[in-house]
Nanobody, 115 residues
Framework: QVQLVESGGGLVQAGGSLRLSCAASGSTFNINAMGWYRQAPGKQRELVARITNVGMTNYVDSVKGRFTISRDNAKNTMYLQMNNLQVEDTAAYYC?????????WGQGTQVTVSS
């Protein structure tokens, strides 16, 4: 079993930056990849960024050039550096971990961007 705890969300003005963190605990040795999803009211949850155990990354087109996903394996922590935030980035952001047993989710952290 894997437990995930997100932090770092908050309120920021458009053009500002935030860094989200996701701390993993439990059977972390079974995690193959981790990612960040987001969900705004009335919208489907979407994959924002993903990183594999070997450091391969991918991003949804809308955040390319603005967001950077990274992992600190020694700390079992994943980060999402979000720069030049826009109002449309407002959503609840969820940490995800993929293991051979399935997907695990954090509780979510709210990001609100004001104009």
């Amino acid at each position: 079993q894997v437990q995930l705890v997100e932090s770092g969300g908050g309120l920021v003005q458009a053009g500002g930056s935030l860094r989200l963190s996701c701390a993993a605990s439990g059977s972390t040795f079974n995690i193959n990849a981790m990612g960040w999803y987001r969900q705004a009211p009335g919208k489907q949850r979407e994959l924002v960024a993903r990183i594999t155990n070997v450091g391969m990354t991918n991003y949804v087109d809308s955040v390319k050039g603005r967001f950077t996903i990274s992992r600190d394996n020694a700390k079992n922590t994943m980060y999402l550096q979000m720069n030049n935030l826009q109002v449309e980035d407002t959503a609840a952001y969820y940490c995800n971990a993929d293991s051979i047993y399935g997907k695990y989710w954090g509780q979510g952290t709210q990001v609100t961007v004001s104009s």
